[in-house]
């Protein structure tokens, strides 16, 4: 049984820094694409992050290098590195699964991933 735990979420200033952790198991493909995706208030859920064990790394427009995605495989634990967050950044962060590895194919508008974590918090905000 595949399970993703969020965890990292808080409160920060403009211009901090979060770093929000993925813990995952049960994982049963040896190639897939997690990401993290976040759900701002009054929006649609938007990628944020993907990462794809063969096909490399993804990062929404929006992230502009303020984002890193980084995975240890040692801890199961995928990971978002957050630098000079700014309040449009608020929102629940979630880490989502899928055995597709295909980052051209999986990108797209509605696709939807096989697996959920429960979402962690992010408020920015002074």
């Known amino acids: 049984q595949v399970e993703l735990v969020e965890s990292g979420g808080g409160m920060v200033q403009p211009g901090g820094s979060l770093t929000l952790s993925c813990a995952t198991s049960?994982?049963?493909?040896?190639?897939?694409?997690i990401g993290w995706f976040r759900q701002s208030p009054g929006k649609e859920r938007e990628a944020v992050s993907l990462y794809s064990t063969a096909d490399g790394l993804r990062y929404g427009d929006f992230v502009k290098d303020r984002f890193t995605i980084s995975k240890d495989n040692a801890k199961n634990t995928v990971y978002l590195q957050m630098r000079s967050l700014k309040p449009e950044d608020t929102g629940v962060y979630f880490c989502?699964?899928?055995?597709?590895?295909?980052?051209?194919?999986?990108?797209?508008?509605?696709?939807?991933?096989?697996?959920w974590g429960q979402g962690t918090q992010v408020t920015v905000s002074s």
């Open positions: 049960g994982i049963p493909w040896a190639h897939y694409v």
């Open positions: 989502a699964v899928d055995e597709n590895p295909s980052l051209t194919t999986i990108d797209i508008p509605g696709y939807e991933y096989e697996y």
